[in-house]
Nanobody, 124 residues
Framework: QVQLVESGGGLVQPGGSVRLSCVVH????????MAWYRQASGKQRELVAT???????NYADSVKGRFTISRDNAKNTVSLQMNSLKPEDTAVYYC??????????????????WGQGTQVIVSS
């Protein structure tokens, strides 16, 4: 059974930093292109950063230069280092595959779902 477990959020002051982690259970993590998403209160979920299975990264313009996505295939973990945080970064952050689903085998079967997310609040 696939499970996404996000952690690391909390209350942080503007200009501060926080590191989010996501452990992925039940998929073949290494073949999945992964992503971080966020959803602010009253807004739609948006894509923040992606990392391919080969390690190539891409970022939303709003976080470019401040956030860094990384992965550790040995630990089935994808992380998001968030620096120079702004109040507008306040949101619940989720990890998932970059198409909002995950490959669970090598013949193309996928799983669609979300973890519980982790809340980040940027406020003084």
């Amino acid at each position: 059974q696939v499970q996404l477990v996000e952690s690391g959020g909390g209350l942080v002051q503007p200009g501060g930093s926080v590191r989010l982690s996501c452990v992925v259970h039940g998929s073949i993590f290494s073949i999945n292109d992964m992503a971080w998403y966020r959803q602010a209160s009253g807004k739609q979920r948006e894509l923040v950063a992606t990392i391919t299975s080969a390690g190539s990264t891409n970022y939303a313009d709003s976080v470019k230069g401040r956030f860094t996505i990384s992965r550790d295939n040995a630990k089935n973990t994808v992380s998001l280092q968030m620096n120079s945080l702004k109040p507008e970064d306040t949101a619940v952050y989720y990890c998932n595959g970059d198409n909002e689903d995950l490959y669970i085998d090598r013949i193309g079967s996928t799983w669609s779902g979300w973890g519980q997310g982790t809340q980040v609040i940027v406020s003084s």
